[in-house]
């Protein structure tokens, strides 16, 4: 699975958008980009996948480049409970491990 | 549902002993899987499943057993634990394929481990 790179951390106000950047230049075609939360000392919580189309659920929006070595996870509005770590992981067969590295501190503040 | 639980949610072991960790999943996932997570660090990966009897070794096994007697049953055991496997356990559980060909992995709310 493609390697990713992402920010140690990041801030945000409460109330804006945050906008969680992550790299996968290595990203071969078959490859899917999946982000995970972990709010302190709980499991992680799966948020949103894709390809290569961006996508959009109840909790965020992933953009995902056309080239497809980055992509970026969008929270609309964040608010204080949304204060986490946040995952971007690269896999292919949908049935394989998961690889986390070490992720993005995002702090929402008052 | 429950989800996916994780049976006992703190333990305290000294040097030698040995335990089973018991995770639970009401999902009637395929797939199970037990990480470690360390502190500062992401989730690793010990051991998975893609099915009843099935059982794999993930990223960092050694020292852990496991068993996958019954589908909704995944059991972590540590044999002689060591003060390195002071650490967090999370199970997971996921279906084998989804829309898209693609699914997402629900975590149970961890084991606390310390082995002194």
């Known amino acids: 699975d493609a390697k990713t790179t992402q920010p140690t951390s990041m801030d945000c106000a409460e109330g804006r958008a945050a906008n969680l950047p992550c790299n996968h230049s290595t990203i071969s075609g078959n490859e899917y980009v999946y982000w995970y939360r972990q709010i302190h000392s709980q499991g992680p919580q799966y948020i949103i996948h894709g390809l290569k189309n961006n996508e959009t659920n109840e909790m965020a929006s992933l953009i995902i480049t056309e080239d497809r070595k980055s992509s970026t996870l969008i929270l609309p509005h964040a608010t204080l409970r949304d204060t986490a770590v946040y995952y971007c992981i690269v896999r292919s067969f949908p049935g394989s491990r998961l690889t986390f590295g070490e992720g993005t501190q995002l702090t929402v503040n008052p | 549902n429950a989800g996916v639980t994780q049976t006992p949610k703190f333990r305290v072991l000294k040097t030698g002993q040995s335990m089973t960790l018991l995770c639970a999943q009401d999902m009637n996932h395929e797939y199970m899987y037990w990480y470690r997570q360390d502190p500062g660090m992401g989730l690793r990966l010990i051991h998975y499943s893609v099915g009843e009897g099935t059982t794999a070794k993930g990223e960092v096994p050694d020292g852990y057993n496991v068993s996958r007697l019954k589908k909704q049953n995944f059991l972590l055991g540590l044999e002689s634990a060591a003060p390195s496997q002071t650490s967090v356990y999370f199970c997971?559980?996921?279906?084998?394929?989804?829309?898209?060909?693609?699914?997402?992995?629900?975590f149970g709310p961890g084991t606390r481990l310390t082995v002194t």
């Open positions: 997971a559980s996921s279906y084998s394929t989804g829309p898209g060909g693609s699914y997402e992995q629900y």
